[in-house]
T-cell receptor
Framework: NAGVMQNPRHLVRRRGQEARLRCSPMKGHSHVYWYRQLPEEGLKFMVYLQKENIIDESGMPKERFSAEFPKEGPSILRIQQVVRGDSAAYFC?????????????FGPGTRLTVL | GQQLNQSPQSMFIQEGEDVSMNCTSSSIFNTWLWYKQEPGEGPVLLIALYKAGELTSNGRLTAQFGITRKDSFLNISASIPSDVGIYFCAGQMYNNNDMRFGAGTRLTVKP
């Protein structure tokens, strides 16, 4: 029973390029969450998606960032025209349901470095 | 938004000692969770708490959901070197989609 999968584990981009981060939830989970973690800090919520729907993107920057969770395939977090401040670890979590008693299980993260 | 204050920020202890860390919030949460994160990895769920006053154990770990719903603590008894890592508390409000994380407690265990 595979856990949450994320790839790539490490991603290096130059300023202005695009970054695509992928997340495959645990089997049977249809809810996906993306978080960002800066060094020495806790995780900050970015966006919550169900299949084909963005439910809550209140933590996501309004520009350059987008997320999707298509009917088939992994969830994608896309960062356009990356800047140095985008360098961080991006974690995906999945859960089988939303609301109370909702345990989220995390992937190993993608570490994005912007040169 | 809700703020979680986690303390202490870091702890240096001797193997075999007990450890205690806590989180407080200005808001009420319906769920408290404790995660451990090791270098280069994602957070791993240790304990989940769903009811005010609930006390739950997982091996040498014990966590409690405060009566006021605004705080939680995590205890680790008889620490061992593999307990090293960063421990995060996280709170979730009912029907909220996101979790709020504390800043973490970095634990170092000296053999």
């Amino acid at each position: 029973n595979a856990g949450v999968m994320q790839n790539p584990r490490h991603l290096v981009r130059r300023r202005g390029q695009e970054a695509r981060l992928r997340c495959s939830p645990m089997k049977g989970h249809s809810h996906v969450y993306w978080y960002r973690q800066l060094p020495e800090e806790g995780l900050k919520f970015m966006v919550y998606l169900q299949k084909e729907n963005i439910i809550d993107e209140s933590g996501m920057p309004k520009e350059r960032f987008s997320a999707e969770f298509p009917k088939e395939g992994p969830s994608i977090l896309r960062i356009q025209q990356v800047v140095r401040g985008d360098s961080a670890a991006y974690f995906c979590a999945s859960s089988p349901r939303q609301g109370a008693n909702n345990e989220q299980f995390f992937g190993p993260g993608t570490r994005l470095t912007v040169l | 938004g809700q703020q979680l204050n986690q303390s202490p920020q870091s702890m240096f202890i001797q193997e075999g000692e007990d450890v205690s860390m806590n989180c407080t919030s200005s808001s009420i949460f319906n769920t408290w969770l404790w995660y451990k994160q090791e270098p280069g990895e994602g957070p791993v769920l240790l304990i989940a708490l769903y009811k005010a006053g609930e006390l739950t154990s997982n091996g040498r770990l014990t966590a409690q959901f405060g009566i006021t719903r605004k705080d939680s603590f995590l205890n680790i008894s008889a620490s061992i070197p593999s307990d090293v890592g960063i421990y995060f508390c996280a709170g979730q409000m009912y029907n909220n989609n996101d979790m709020r994380f504390g800043a973490g407690t970095r634990l170092t265990v000296k053999p």
